[in-house]
């Protein structure tokens, strides 16, 4: 074969070389340009579905504010809550001490819990999908929403007057005693979940919920927000984000509550708090979810990570729902609407541009019969100055 002819070949085979790499090349930009590339593979069971939510910007208030503002969209877990991470942590901790075992011949296995209601509907789902029962005992002023839901779950429901914590019949402590008094007959195999002391729950936050934030952010975020119920949310992303960077950190505060006083001046009460002023015994307010007149275990592990409490009316958060519902979509609930009117609040104070994410906790659907009856009336034009202006503590 002459030179000229070898020559011919090596450069027929480099221009088909040349045109396969460019083609692959093609093929795999175009496969990052499709919009099925990030869905998921299919899943086990629906308790894999947990974490990963998505983080949304919130339009209305960053055109607002000038400030970037999101929403980590905590209620597209598969029960509808963060509270899912939290109550699969406590019962995949049980599991491997022992405590809980799947599928056992000889003993059901119980799952136990005292919760204003979103706790008890993430541990009633995840029990159904690993084998397990769960046992809710409640305040009977709950929202009708949350209790359906807990009785199409299946779970047994015992509703409790609200009461203080040191009552032996306080939602928490009626929990404990029926697991207690499961166990001691020896007919099946009970765990109590406590979520409130149980440091499953800040774990899960600080393992899953603050990486994710970090993540999706580019790790560029100034100021981070939630409320406290348990304590776990706020601690567990706060300690996580805390050590990356140095974002502030606010909890947001229901009235009533007195995580308010103990973050900004080191005292836990609240004076509307006092003998003969509540309408109810935990916090005055028609929030759920949130505020609380104690230390919890999972608090302790993140005060010193919060940097500032912001105190949030009942109508104020009221009027935040109706105005994210209206101007951007979101159907929110009371948790996440307090965390939304602390962002509005904080955003005047930041610079221009300053990027901040709050936890949206749940959807409105939960809270139809309390709170968003009282939110569905207030007037559609509702502004951010409104907002601000309405339920303030003199």
């Not at 030179?3 to 692959?24: D, E, P």
């Not at 990963?52 to 029960?79: D, H, Q």
């Not at 706060?238 to 080191?266: E, H, M, T, W």
């Not at 010193?304 to 104020?316: A, G, L, N, Y």
């Amino acid at each position: 074969m002459s030179g000229s002819s070898c020559s011919t070949i090596r450069n027929t085979i480099t221009v088909i070389s040349c045109l396969t790499a460019a083609y692959t090349s093609y093929k795999l930009y175009q496969a990052t340009k499709s919009p099925l590339r990030n869905i998921p593979p299919p899943r086990n069971g629906v308790e894999e579905l947990i974490g990963n939510t998505p983080l949304v910007k919130i339009k209305s208030l960053s055109k607002a504010t000038g400030c970037e503002v999101y929403a980590k969209l905590e209620l597209c877990n598969p029960a509808g809550s963060a509270k899912d991470r939290v109550a699969l942590n406590i019962i995949l901790t049980a599991e491997k001490m022992g405590l809980l075992t799947r599928n056992d011949p000889n003993k059901q296995g119980w799952v136990f819990e005292g919760t204003s209601g979103s706790t008890g509907i993430s541990i009633a789902m995840i029990c159904n999908a690993l084998g397990y029962k769960a046992h809710i005992s409640l305040p009977d002023d709950t929202s009708l929403e949350k209790l359906s839901l807990l009785e199409s779950l299946g779970a047994v429901v015992n509703l409790v007057k609200p009461a203080s914590i040191v009552d032996p019949d306080q939602y928490v402590n009626a929990a404990r005693k029926a697991c207690d008094d499961l166990n001691a007959s020896g007919k099946g195999q009970g765990v109590f979940a406590d979520q409130f002391e149980n440091e499953a729950n800040w774990r899960i936050h600080y393992q899953t919920t603050g990486p994710e934030i970090w993540h999706q952010m580019d790790g560029n975020i100034d100021a981070f927000i939630a409320g406290c119920g348990t304590g776990g949310t706020i601690t567990g992303v706060a300690k996580y984000l805390k050590s990356k960077s140095n974002p502030y950190v606010v909890l947001a505060d229901p009235q009533g509550s007195g995580f308010y006083n103990r973050i900004n001046f080191g005292v836990m009460y609240d004076s509307t708090e006092k003998e003969g002023t509540r309408r109810r015994h935990q916090v005055d307010t028609i929030v759920e979810g949130i505020g609380l007149n104690r230390i919890t275990q999972n608090f302790k592990h993140g005060e010193s990570f919060i940097d500032e409490s912001m105190r949030v009316t009942d109508k104020q958060a009221i009027g935040m729902a109706k105005y994210l519902s209206i101007n951007d979509g979101l159907f929110v609930g009371s948790s996440t609407a307090i965390n939304a009117v602390a962002a509005l609040q904080l955003a005047k104070r930041l610079p221009k541009g300053s990027r901040i994410v709050i936890i949206a906790c749940d959807s409105g659907s939960r809270h139809l019969s309390k709170f968003w009856k009282e939110a569905k009336v207030v007037d559609n034009r509702i502004n951010v100055d409104e907002i601000l202006e309405v339920g303030e503590f003199s």
